[in-house]
């Protein structure tokens, strides 16, 4: 299992790029959270097995839905964490 924390810039507000992370979050069984950032960055925080999660961020690469435009992922390392077994959308 890994944990990590991720930001995500460009076009990634306002094009339910959140809701689309939150779909493919389910859909590959990951746990954690999204949120939009006020500087307009998204913040992911994702966890699961190495395989999954890197398939996440590589899906999340190309945009969770067709008017989200990612230009970088940065990302870190964190620990594990509970996430409830689930995966949601904050605020």
Do not use: C
Request: charged share 20%.
């Amino acid at each position: 299992m890994v944990n990590v924390q991720l930001t995500i810039t460009g076009h990634v507000q306002g094009v339910g790029f959140r809701w689309g992370t939150l779909k493919l979050a389910q859909e590959l069984g990951i746990t954690g959270f999204v949120r939009n950032q006020a500087d307009g960055t998204v913040y992911v925080e994702a966890q699961g097995s190495d395989k999954v999660v890197a398939a996440f961020i590589r899906r999340l690469a190309a945009g969770p839905t067709p008017y989200a435009i990612v230009d970088r992922i940065r990302q870190t390392a964190a620990p594990l964490a509970d996430y409830d077994d689930r995966f949601t959308v904050r605020p």
